[in-house]
């Protein structure tokens, strides 16, 4: 019994693929980049897969209200048990743990974790604060206004833990049932002086 012709033409072509696969791979060198070739993209594949699976995801922590010192926020730069970082801008604590990859240990911004980093932010500068608590009040219109910005994005992308203490202030004491935006009446740097 005959085969159509349009089973002849496509047997005939796929003996011609396999044959020629089967060429080429009977030659040294081809054989070689092939078999290199899997073998490298199989390492990146697994590197990459032990990486992601390393890496630990963040624990939920309790959230935290309240009112710290720069000496006190100092202890939440990410290397203590549960990793938590804080971030002071403008006056008032963000909890930025999840964001631990920026400001944590490690990250490009570490140097802001469990600190104070208005001026550094005002100033595109990524260098540890000199002072615990800076009044920023040689800071000019415009870096005070990079300032505002700045608490804005952190008011947007992270959690308000309390504000940060001028020397001799008081903490205030918050109510679990209090809502964050009852902390937005009285910013703690309204009384700073822009140029």
Known sequence: MDSPPEVENVQAKHSGFFETLKTLFCQPFIYFVFVSTFVILYKF????KTHCSKVAPLKKLPKLRKDMTAVELRQ????????????AVN??????????????????YAVFGGRDATRG?????????EKDY??????????????????????EN????GRLLRPGEEPR????????EADTSALPNDDKKTN
């Open 134 to 155: 800076d009044d920023l009040s040689d800071l000019n219109s415009m870096e005070m206004e990079s300032v505002r910005e700045w608490e804005e994005q952190f008011r």
């Open 173 to 180: 004491n918050y109510s679990d049932e209090e809502p964050e």
């Open 121 to 129: 932010l005002a100033t595109f500068s990524v260098t540890a604060p």
């Open 158 to 161: 992270y959690d308000l833990v």
């Open 45 to 48: 594949y697994y590197k990459y």
């Open 76 to 87: 939440y730069d990410g290397t203590q048990e549960g990793g938590r970082v804080l971030m």
């Open 91 to 108: 006056g008032w604590i963000f909890d930025v743990t999840r964001g631990n990859r920026f400001y944590g240990p490690g990250g490009p």
